[in-house]
């Protein structure tokens, strides 16, 4: 089998294993830290502005959502807001993989979307090897404060997830999820 010859951004952004020292990586991770770093900074009541640097910074930025500063990336691009949809202060988007945040999603203070996956293996993860698995949350889907939800989950329409709950697995759409891991504890409706 011929070695990979595909640059280390191609494998991210097609799901394999890669190694982080891609300089279009570092560039555009750059570009994502300075963007925060611009949004964090402003003036909360100038909407426009801020609008304006989370359409630059993210894949894309629904109709009347809106993102409370300090929000932290890793790329920007990786991720989507639908329309309406609300993230209180703090939240981080590690977005390695893509982050797909659907429509009317209300999320609490400090929640962490993580993508990035770390081998188990010692050799490997001393290598500095990494990959990442998507994650979904399926409109007017609720994550209260502190929620942790793990590589590869999606989390179902309408689904609420309690407080301090860490996702490792999908939830279906319509239940209430806690405790870490998070488990249904009832359907909603």
């Known amino acids: 089998m011929a070695e990979d010859q595909r640059s280390m951004r191609d ?6 294993p890669y190694i982080a020292d891609d300089p279009q990586l570092a560039a555009e991770s750059t570009r ?3 963007l925060q770093h611009r949004y964090n900074t402003m003036d909360p009541t100038d909407g426009a502005a801020r609008r ?3 359409e630059e ?9 809106e993102l409370r500063a300090p929000f932290h990336c890793d790329y920007g691009y990786r991720t989507t807001v639908g329309a309406r949809a609300f993230a209180n202060f703090g939240l981080v988007c590690l977005d390695v993989a893509t982050i797909t945040i659907g429509d009317d ?3 609490g203070p ?3 979307l993580l993508t ?4 188990v293996e010692p ?3 001393r290598d500095k090897w990494e990959s990442a698995e998507p994650i979904v949350l399926e409109d007017n889907v609720w994550l209260g404060g502190g929620v942790i939800v793990c590589p590869g989950v999606t989390i179902g329409a309408n689904a609420v997830v309690g407080a301090g709950s860490v996702v490792v697995r999908d939830l279906p759409a319509d239940v209430v999820a806690v405790g870490n891991p998070a488990r249904v504890v009832r359907s909603i409706g």
């Open 57 to 65: 910074l993210l894949g894309a930025f629904g109709p009347g959502s």
């Open 110 to 112: 400090n929640v962490q």
């Open 11 to 16: 494998r991210m952004l097609a799901g394999d």
């Open 52 to 54: 304006a640097v989370l």
């Open 105 to 107: 999603v209300q999320m």
């Open 32 to 34: 994502a830290r300075q």
């Open 123 to 125: 050799g490997p993860r």
């Open 116 to 119: 990035a996956t770390h081998p």
